[in-house]
């Protein structure tokens, strides 16, 4: 299993560029979610997904979209970067929303927007 | 919603020392509480979890943590520290549908 899956590493946009950040998983988990890390505030919801064809948003949605066609794959896009969108993404997922669930994390992904 | 709190940002332990970081969650019905640790550079890696049961939890890496409902507190340990240990530890209680992250805890671990 390659588990959490994360594309690219690092990315450097300008402002007002758009791009996807992609995430996958192979182990058939029901469960994604997207957050960002910023320095002294941890880590911070986004979106999420309960299952293929589900999304709801998360604690700070603004200026990102997402999809999730497959079980396997949940892109997040980026329509219009902001300088404020300067960030480490971590793509995250688990079986279930069960509280006791493991959520298993990406590597991450360093985005900076000039 | 319940909350995380992580009263210390920065510690700093010599190799062999114990070392103890603080947690303390907003009340709730029955907290899933984690503890994840971030290496540099590092996605999330799941040290320990309680949900039930006993409340001294064991995990990964030598690690340990004492649920304390009293104290509202999640505080993990290891009695003794080794210079791979230097990272970032994050405390995380589950909040309905996600996860809650304190703004985590720097570990350096001098020689």
């Known amino acids: 299993n390659a588990g959490v899956t994360q594309t690219p590493k690092f990315q450097v946009l300008k402002t007002g560029q758009s791009m996807t950040l992609q995430c996958a998983q192979d182990m058939n988990h029901e469960y994604m979610s997207w957050y960002r890390q910023d320095p002294g505030m941890g880590l911070r919801l986004i979106h999420y997904s309960v299952g293929a064809g589900i999304t709801d948003q998360g604690e700070v949605p603004n200026g990102y979209n997402v999809s999730r066609s497959t079980t396997e794959d949940f892109p997040l896009r980026l329509l219009s970067a902001a300088p404020s969108q300067t960030s480490v993404y971590f793509c995250?997922?688990?079986?279930?929303?069960?509280?006791?669930?493991?959520?298993?994390f990406g590597p991450g992904t360093r985005l900076l927007v000039l | 919603a319940q909350s995380v709190t992580q009263p210390d940002i920065h510690i700093t332990v010599s190799e062999g020392a114990s070392l103890e970081l603080r947690c303390n969650y907003s009340y709730g019905a029955t907290p899933y509480l984690f503890w994840y640790v971030q290496s540099p550079g590092q996605g999330l890696q799941l040290l320990l979890k309680?949900?039930?049961?006993?409340?001294l939890v064991q995990g990964i890496k030598g690690f340990e943590a004492e649920f304390k409902r009293s104290q509202s507190s999640f505080n993990l340990r290891k009695p003794s520290v080794h210079w791979s240990d230097a990272a970032e530890y994050f405390c995380?209680?589950?909040?309905?549908?996600?996860?809650?992250f304190g703004a985590g805890t720097t570990v350096t671990v001098r020689a």
């Open positions: 309680y949900f039930s049961g006993d409340t």
């Open positions: 995380a209680v589950w909040n309905d549908y996600k996860l809650s």
């Open positions: 995250a997922s688990s079986y279930s929303l069960a509280g006791e669930e493991t959520q298993y």
